[in-house]
């Protein structure tokens, strides 16, 4: 499984809802590649968090600018990079306080990064300046838990 023939390309308006054609796309080909269904399940979680972290954070929900998610594959692993337009969060991954989300003492939104890192056996966001930034994402078809 190597080569450019093993990567898929996606082009998606900044507009909520359209993570749905990135999810719908990773979790087809996690499953030809033989992925465990819970482990698709996983990755569909994440790179819908990707994709509207992507939106929202880093396009301002512009339609007019496009989220980019690129899927690579090997025999032993997939990648999916969504990519941006914005300057990347700030550096490091909030581990969130659930009992302070759960009594309203912060805010119940913020826990899309700490989400992915939870479901994928890699996760990093990458700044690259005047490009944008972008979300990569890996998961290995011999996950073992921690």
Not at 6 to 22: D, H, Q, T
Not at 54 to 76: F, P, Q, R, Y
Request: aromatic residues 4%; charged residues 25%; contains cysteine.
């Amino acid at each position: 499984m190597e080569g450019k023939n093993n990567i898929i390309e996606l082009r998606l308006p900044s507009r909520l809802g359209f993570e749905k054609v990135a999810m719908s796309t990773a979790s087809s080909v996690a499953k030809l590649m033989g992925f465990a269904p819970d482990r698709v399940e996983d990755l569909k979680t994440a790179v819908a968090e990707a994709c509207i972290n992507a939106m929202e954070h880093g396009n301002k929900l512009d339609e007019s600018l496009i989220v980019g998610v690129i899927l690579s594959m090997d025999e032993t692993s997939l990648e999916v990079k969504v990519l941006d337009t914005g300057t990347g969060p700030p550096s490091g991954v909030h581990t969130p306080d659930m009992d302070k989300k759960m009594h309203g003492e912060e805010a119940s939104r913020g826990m899309g990064m700490f989400l992915i890192q939870s479901l994928v056996d890699e996760a990093e966001w990458v700044s690259s300046p005047p490009a944008g930034s972008y979300a990569r994402l890996v998961i290995r078809l011999n996950h073992t838990e921690d």
